[in-house]
């Protein structure tokens, strides 16, 4: 159980163009789901929480304008990098909270590649 | 502020060879300590959860444990599947329900 999928796994795109990922919680609920952006051999760094039909939370330094989230149902999360420049290239991971435990499951992963 | 430092940075075993993974924390009142697998390439795996101090907790080769200032993840007789970086996160009681991780622990072990 506890399963979190993201897609695509990996994309490249041209600079100036959005790129969306989807985070979904595949086997249990999620009011609550996090979005994180990981730069080589360091740790997650969170960008912001979405909570299901509400308004995102963001992290300070995050741009909100840039990179927006919407949490539309329970299972869904989506993550929209407009505008992408090559600095946004990165690996960024969703989490889903699973209410019962507080345990956050993670995806596994989108590689974004910004040419 | 909730911080959390994992030691050592990288740790390099034999196979066979048991060791322990140090996180270290300052939280203002604790919800839940969490320990995490990461692969190259991958989202962390959850590994376990530990709510109070004196909790243990085992999967296969690996236990945690959890005082009030520390958790420790034990690993016994390691094997090679078993290199990863561990992740450590706390969760505060208060407030936001976000994690605060650790810059993890680089574990190899060596055929």
């Known amino acids: 159980g506890a399963v979190v999928s993201q897609h695509p796994s990996r994309v490249i795109c041209k600079s100036g163009t959005s790129v969306k990922i989807e985070c979904r919680s595949l086997d249990f609920q999620a009011t609550t789901m996090f979005w994180y952006r990981q730069f080589p051999k360091k740790s997650l760094m969170l960008m912001a929480t979405s909570n299901e039909g509400s308004k995102a939370t963001y992290e300070q330094g995050v741009e909100k304008d840039k990179f927006l989230i919407n949490h539309a149902s329970l299972t869904l999360s989506t993550l929209t990098v407009t505008s992408a420049h090559p600095e946004d290239s990165s690996f960024y991971i969703c989490?889903?909270?699973?209410?019962?435990?507080?345990?956050?499951?993670f995806g596994p992963g989108t590689r974004l590649t910004v040419l | 502020e909730d911080q959390v430092t994992q030691s050592p940075e990288a740790l390099r075993l034999q196979e066979g060879e048991s060791s322990s993974l140090n996180c270290s924390y300052t939280?203002?009142?604790?919800?839940?300590l969490f320990w995490y697998r990461q692969d190259p390439g991958k989202g962390p795996e959850f590994l376990f959860t530990?709510?109070?101090a004196g909790e243990e907790k085992e999967k296969e080769r690996l236990k945690a444990t959890l005082t009030k200032k520390e958790s420790f993840l034990h690993i016994t007789a390691p094997k090679p599947e078993d290199s990863a970086t561990y992740l450590c996160a706390v969760q505060a009681a208060q407030g936001a329900q976000k994690l605060v991780f650790g810059q993890g622990t680089r574990l190899t072990i060596n055929p």
């Open positions: 989490s889903a909270r699973e209410s019962n435990t507080d345990t956050q499951y």
């Open positions: 939280v203002s009142g604790l919800r839940g």
């Open positions: 530990l709510y109070s």
